[in-house]
């Protein structure tokens, strides 16, 4: 059975950091594409950012670029999402997926985590 199960969600003040961390199990982790996309409240599912098998490719949602990294550690079957320079409009539950391609569709990612909330505060 696959399980995403995410982390390290919390509240944080405008301008502040966090890192939230994704643990796959059930899975061959490094068969699959990542990506991390995020549903505010009342909106639909967001894509912010995704990465390769290998790590060496990486795409972001214009709305994160420059602010939010992505990455993987294969080792350890997690991906992570650093989140810098956080604004109140990043408000939202936060989720993983893994995949077989790109695509800014929810419906296109396979697996997916229960979400984690992150909250800025003005």
């Known amino acids: 059975q696959v399980q995403l199960v995410e982390s390290g969600g919390g509240l944080v003040q405008a301008g502040g950091s966090l890192r939230l961390s994704c643990a796959a199990s059930?899975?061959?982790?490094?068969?699959?594409?990542m990506a991390w996309f995020r549903q505010a409240p009342g909106k639909e599912h967001e894509f912010a950012a995704a990465?390769?098998?290998?790590?060496?490719?990486?795409y972001y949602a214009d709305s994160v670029k420059g602010r939010f990294t992505i990455s993987r550690d294969n080792g350890k079957n997690t991906v992570y999402l650093q989140m810098n320079s956080l604004k109140p409009e990043d408000t939202a539950v936060y989720f993983c997926?893994?995949?077989?391609?790109?695509?800014?569709?929810?419906?296109?990612?396979?697996?997916w985590g229960q979400g984690t909330q992150v909250t800025v505060s003005s």
């Open positions: 059930g899975l061959t982790f490094s068969t699959y594409r």
């Open positions: 990465i390769s098998w290998s790590g060496a490719n990486t």
């Open positions: 997926a893994a995949g077989s391609i790109y695509s800014f569709d929810r419906n296109d990612w396979t697996y």
